[in-house]
């Protein structure tokens, strides 16, 4: 999805029916949580597949010019765990051409009250069938606690199943209303959550949770082909093993709004934060890493 790869922002009248309404916006702002109409026709579904097995067999348009150093990407040698590929929206243009559906970021700039929506990261990510394997099992987390080096609060991630999915297939699962909450002090969250004990973490939700007097109750999101879940980028979230007898396929399409920029940010030991955007992105005029840089962070939508 590289800058020549610009579209009009226009939706029909049939599009328009399908975004959230103003009661819906502001649940998402109380729960942290949407689950879309159908945005997506079956065929683009399939298609989606079909164009994910050519890039698993080796067909990309082009590759990330260097390896920026915190990038997940599965390769064959990696063998039957959960597979997840950073800059998927770079390197196919067949899944480029679907994601950056106008609509899609139109519900994205309804959620987020924006005027524009930006691509932040997208992960292609293949969940096999294998209910032992411990990386089919995401650990509680959110999303903004990895995108420090970003001034925006109102950032949003498209959970993009391509086919029905539902518990037994370890569908992401929202804690309700935990975008809401002020987190304790002191924790060093920029640590990702695959570098972290899954036992740690569930005991910091539950500290979290206390902490702000609520409780953790889990929403699995049942999520209808064609449909999408959104989250915001504060939503604590995770998922489960795969139990079916089919992987579960999607994208974690990771969205920001047009105001987002780049922000200098140090971890407790005053070490600097890095995004692997950082080491990609053009740079702006402070000589700092341009978050709008159209080749890795298209504009998927603007008023």
């Known amino acids: 999805m590289t800058a020549e790869l610009t579209h009009a922002f226009a939706l029909t009248d049939a599009d328009r029916a399908l975004l959230p309404t103003d009661d819906e916006v502001a649940e998402y702002g109380r729960r942290g949580w949407y689950l879309s109409r159908k945005l997506f026709t079956d065929a683009?579904?399939?298609?989606?597949?079909?164009?994910?097995?050519?890039?698993?067999?080796?067909?990309?348009?082009?590759?990330?010019?260097?390896?920026?150093?915190?990038?997940?990407?599965?390769?064959?040698?990696?063998?039957?765990?959960?597979?997840?590929?950073?800059?998927?929206?770079?390197?196919?243009?067949?899944?480029?051409?679907i994601l950056r559906k106008p609509l899609l970021g139109a519900v994205a700039a309804r959620l987020a009250q924006a005027e524009e929506i930006r691509v932040w990261q997208s992960t292609l990510i293949y969940k096999p069938p294998r209910p032992e394997e411990q990386s089919n099992q995401v650990p509680w987390h959110m999303d903004r606690h990895y995108w420090q080096t970003c001034t925006s609060e109102r950032m949003l991630t498209a959970f993009i199943p391509f086919h029905h999915c539902d518990e037994r297939m370890g569908t992401i699962t929202m804690v309700d209303g935990s975008n809401t909450w002020t987190e304790i002090p002191g924790d060093d969250s920029t640590r990702h959550f695959a570098h972290r004990d899954r036992s740690e973490l569930e005991d910091?939700?539950?500290?979290?949770?206390?902490?702000?007097?609520?409780?953790?109750?889990?929403?699995?999101?049942?999520?209808?082909?064609?449909?999408?879940?959104?989250?915001?980028?504060?939503?604590?979230?995770?998922?489960?093993?795969?139990?079916?007898?089919?992987?579960?396929?999607?994208?974690?399409?990771?969205?920001?709004?047009?105001?987002?920029?780049?922000r200098p940010y140090l971890k407790p030991d005053g070490t600097p934060v890095f995004y692997n955007h950082d080491v990609l992105v053009r740079r702006n005029d402070e000589g700092l890493p341009d978050y709008t840089d159209q080749n890795y962070c298209p504009t998927l939508w603007r008023e």
């Open 204 to 262: 910091l939700l539950h500290a979290n949770a206390s902490h702000n007097g609520a409780v953790v109750d889990k929403i699995p999101m049942i999520i209808p082909k064609g449909h999408v879940s959104f989250h915001h980028c504060r939503t604590y979230h995770g998922s489960g093993a795969n139990l079916a007898d089919a992987p579960r396929r999607a994208i974690s399409l990771h969205l920001q709004d047009g105001d987002n920029r780049f």
């Open 44 to 97: 683009e579904m399939d298609t989606l597949v079909e164009a994910t097995e050519r890039f698993y067999a080796g067909h990309t348009d082009r590759r990330l010019p260097l390896r920026p150093p915190n990038l997940a990407y599965w390769t064959p040698e990696k063998g039957d765990v959960q597979r997840h590929n950073d800059y998927i929206h770079y390197e196919s243009d067949e899944v480029a051409a």
